[in-house]
C-alpha cells in the first residue's frame, strides 16, 4: 500500500483530500502546526473513513522533525498543503507569509531529497495567472503579476519546484491551481474552519445565516459582468479532494512536470452565490452593496481540459451542492472544531 505524506493536512482542504485518499486505499500521513487547524479535524477524518491516520504536530520548516518523519514512515509520495492563505493579512505581514511559505517548500525539498522521495504535488491557486491574463485560464498561460504578497509566495514557490525539478530528473512534480474551494464532506463533520472575521466569501455567508454576523457585504456591483458582481469559479472541496487522489495516481507512474488548473470552468457571480444559498437552504442572508474590494479581479475561471485529459477528473457536483453541504458543516458545527477541542 502507497503512504502519501500530507504537509498541512489538518487543514481544511488536507482534511478533505485525507478522506478521499484513505477511501481510495492509500495509507496516510499527516504533519500540522495547527495555526490554522485542529488535530479534531483529523480525528474526524478517521470516524467517517473508519481508518486510521499517522498524526504529527509539527512545523514543516523544522527539517529536524521533517526528517524523524520520514525516517519513520516511507513516503512514496508528499502533497504540500502547509502554508498561510489570508490575502490582507499578507499585505500587511509579507515577511512572515514569505518565511512560512517559502520555508516550507524548502524545507519539504531538502527532506525528500536526502530520503529519496521522488513525488511532490503542490497546492498552487489561480492567482499565480495574475491581473491580466484572459479568461478562461489555461496551464499554458504565463504566471502574471500577482496582485498581494500571498500570490507571489504562490509564484515563486511554483519556480522554485520547477527549478528543482530541471535540476533533479528524479522529481517529480504536480502544481495543482486551486480555483474558489467552498463547500464541505457531505457528513458535515469536516469543513472549513477560518479563524476570527472571515476573509473568503461563503464562510461569511454561512456565519451570516447562522446568526453570528450581522450582515454580508458585498464588495463592488459595478464590474463588467452580467449582474455587476465579480465572477468566480467556485469547486465543492469534495471535488477537490478528488483532484487530488488523480493527481496522486499520476504521479506515481509519471515523471516530469505537470500543472493543472482545479476548477469547474463554470463562474457564477457573488450575487448568484448568495441567492443559490437562500434557495437551497432556505434561509436569509441579509446582504448590502458596498465598495469594491481592493485587488479583486472582475472575474477569472479555469479552463479545466487538461485535468480530463490527463488525469481523467472532472468536477461532479453542482453549486446546489456547495451551497447544501457549506451550511450543513455551518450548522452542525456553529463554533467550527473550537467546542471539540
Ligand atoms: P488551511 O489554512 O485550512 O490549511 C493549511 C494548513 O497548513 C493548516 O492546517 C495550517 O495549520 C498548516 N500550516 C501552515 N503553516 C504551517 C507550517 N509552517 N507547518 C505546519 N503546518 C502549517 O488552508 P486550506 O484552504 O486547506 O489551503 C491549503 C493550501 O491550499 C494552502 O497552501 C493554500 O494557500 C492553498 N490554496 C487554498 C485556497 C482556498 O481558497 N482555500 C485556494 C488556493 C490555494
Ligand atoms: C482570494 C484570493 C486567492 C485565494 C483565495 C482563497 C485574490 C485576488 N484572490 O480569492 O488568491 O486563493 O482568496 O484564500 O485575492 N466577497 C464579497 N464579500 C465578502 C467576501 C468576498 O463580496 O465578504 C466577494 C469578493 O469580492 C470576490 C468573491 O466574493 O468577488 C470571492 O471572494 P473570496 O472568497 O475572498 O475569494 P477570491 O477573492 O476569489
Given at each position: 500500500m502507497k503512504?502519501i ?5 489538518a487543514g481544511y ?5 485525507a478522506?478521499e485518499?484513505?477511501?481510495a486505499g492509500y495509507e496516510?500521513?499527516?504533519a500540522?502546526?495547527?495555526s490554522?487547524?485542529s488535530p479534531?479535524?483529523i ?5 467517517i473513513t ?5 498524526l504529527?504536530e509539527?512545523?514543516i520548516r523544522?527539517?529536524?522533525k ?6 519513520e514512515n516511507?513516503?512514496?509520495a508528499v502533497i ?7 490575502v490582507g493579512?499578507?499585505?500587511?505581514k509579507p515577511?512572515m507569509y ?19 522521495v521522488?513525488n ?6 489561480a ?6 491574463n484572459?479568461?478562461p485560464?489555461l ?10 504578497p500571498?500570490?507571489?509566495?504562490k509564484a ?5 519546484f520547477e ?8 522529481l517529480?512534480v504536480i502544481?495543482l ?8 464532506h457531505?457528513?458535515?463533520m469536516?469543513?472549513?474552519d ?13 456565519q451570516?445565516?447562522?446568526?453570528k454576523r450581522d ?9 463588467p ?8 469559479d467556485?469547486i ?6 478528488k483532484?487530488?487522489?488523480k493527481a496522486?495516481?499520476?504521479i ?8 493543472f488548473?482545479?476548477g469547474?470552468?463554470?463562474p457564477?457571480?457573488?450575487t448568484?452565490?448568495v441567492?443559490?444559498?437562500e ?6 442572508v441579509?446582504?448590502e ?5 481592493e485587488g ?6 479555469a479552463?479545466?481540459d487538461?485535468?480530463l485529459?490527463?488525469?481523467?477528473w472532472?468536477?461532479?457536483l453542482?453549486?446546489e451542492?456547495?451551497?447544501?453541504d457549506?451550511?450543513n458543516w455551518?450548522?452542525?458545527n456553529p ?7
Amino acid at each position: 500500500m502507497k503512504t502519501i505524506f500530507l504537509a498541512g493536512g489538518a487543514g481544511y482542504i488536507g482534511s478533505h483530500t485525507a478522506v478521499e485518499l484513505l477511501n481510495a486505499g492509500y495509507e496516510v500521513v499527516v504533519a500540522d502546526n495547527y495555526s490554522n487547524s485542529s488535530p479534531e479535524a483529523i480525528r474526524r477524518v478517521e470516524q467517517i473513513t473508519g481508518k486510521s491516520v499517522k498524526l504529527y504536530e509539527a512545523d514543516i520548516r523544522d527539517n529536524a522533525k521533517l526528517k524523524e518523519i520520514f525516517r519513520e514512515n516511507k513516503i512514496d509520495a508528499v502533497i504540500h498543503f502547509a502554508g498561510l492563505k489570508a490575502v490582507g493579512e499578507s499585505v500587511k505581514k509579507p515577511v512572515m507569509y514569505y518565511r512560512n511559505n517559502i520555508d516550507t517548500t524548502l524545507s519539504l525539498l531538502e527532506v525528500m531529497a536526502e530520503f529519496d522521495v521522488r513525488n511532490i504535488i503542490f497546492s498552487s491557486s489561480a492567482t499565480v495567472y495574475g491581473e491580466s491574463n484572459p479568461v478562461p485560464y489555461l496551464e499554458t498561460m504565463q504566471r502574471g503579476v500577482c496582485t498581494n504578497p500571498y500570490g507571489w509566495t504562490k509564484a515563486m514557490m511554483e519556480q522554485i519546484f520547477e527549478d528543482a525539478a530541471k535540476a533533479d530528473e528524479n522529481l517529480s512534480v504536480i502544481l495543482l491551481r486551486y480555483f474558489n474551494p467552498i463547500g464541505a464532506h457531505p457528513s458535515g463533520m469536516i469543513g472549513e474552519d477560518p479563524r476570527g472575521i472571515p476573509n473568503n466569501l461563503m464562510p461569511y455567508i454561512t456565519q451570516v445565516a447562522v446568526g453570528k454576523r450581522d450582515h454580508l457585504t458585498i464588495f463592488g456591483k459595478d464590474y463588467p459582468t452580467p449582474d455587476g458582481t465579480c465572477m468566480r469559479d467556485y469547486i465543492h472541496v469534495v471535488d477537490l479532494a478528488k483532484g487530488h487522489v488523480k493527481a496522486v495516481d499520476y504521479i506515481l507512474e509519471h515523471s516530469g512536470v505537470e500543472v493543472f488548473n482545479l476548477g469547474t470552468g463554470r463562474p457564477y457571480s457573488v450575487t448568484e452565490i448568495v441567492n443559490a444559498f437562500e434557495q437551497v437552504n432556505g434561509v436569509p442572508v441579509p446582504h448590502e452593496y458596498g465598495a469594491r474590494r481592493e485587488g479583486d479581479l472582475p472575474q477569472f475561471f479555469a479552463n479545466a481540459d487538461k485535468a480530463l485529459k490527463l488525469l481523467g477528473w472532472k468536477t461532479e457536483l453542482s453549486l446546489e451542492d456547495m451551497c447544501r453541504d457549506s451550511w450543513n458543516w455551518q450548522k452542525k458545527n456553529p463554533n467550527g472544531y473550537r467546542n471539540s477541542d
